[in-house]
């Protein structure tokens, strides 16, 4: 799997509104988000950002010397491009989603992005959660009755509620 994807509505859209609301979700789990990245458009609105987020801080991510022993993963935060536009239909039976954000450089981390994710979803209702590949998602409703339950290892190459 290359990677985890949130999809987002068009209609009313921020990036510096997700990327807050990915910053919040990371403090609820207690997990370190840095090394943010944020490309501006002329005007100075967040066109992407990109950064990571760790289980440590990161002067220590930067001097480990084996970076396999530490859980993180990478992010980006897209913007709506024209082909955005019905991009989705196929999976969500709606022409208003998009490939807004994506978790990459996972590392067989789930769980970690698991624990995330839950908290992502408290404040992120209408969006739906996507691997790279696959032909079902997942809502906020279905996340939160999964985070109910024991953690299931499968959640992320099949679809379990």
Avoid at 117 to 131: A, G, R, S, T
């Amino acid at each position: 799997m290359s990677s985890v994807i949130i999809l987002k509505k068009i209609s009313n859209y921020s990036p510096e509104q997700t990327l807050e609301n990915f910053k919040k979700a990371s403090n609820r789990a207690n997990m370190n988000c840095f090394h943010i990245t944020v490309e501006l458009d002329p005007d100075y609105n967040v066109q992407s950002a990109e950064g990571t987020l760790s289980e440590v801080d990161e002067e220590t991510l930067l001097n480990t010397e084996d970076e396999d022993t530490i859980r993180y993963f990478t992010f980006n935060v897209n913007n709506v491009v024209e082909n955005s536009y019905d991009s989705y239909t196929w999976l969500t039976q709606s022409t208003d989603y998009f490939w807004a954000l994506d978790i990459v450089n996972i590392n067989h981390e789930y769980e970690f992005i698991y624990r995330f994710i839950v908290e992502y979803f408290k404040d992120n209702l209408e969006d739906y959660l996507w691997f790279d590949d696959a032909e079902w998602y997942y809502t906020a409703d279905d996340i939160f009755r999964l985070s109910q339950r024991p953690y299931k290892p499968k959640w992320c190459s099949e679809k379990v509620i």
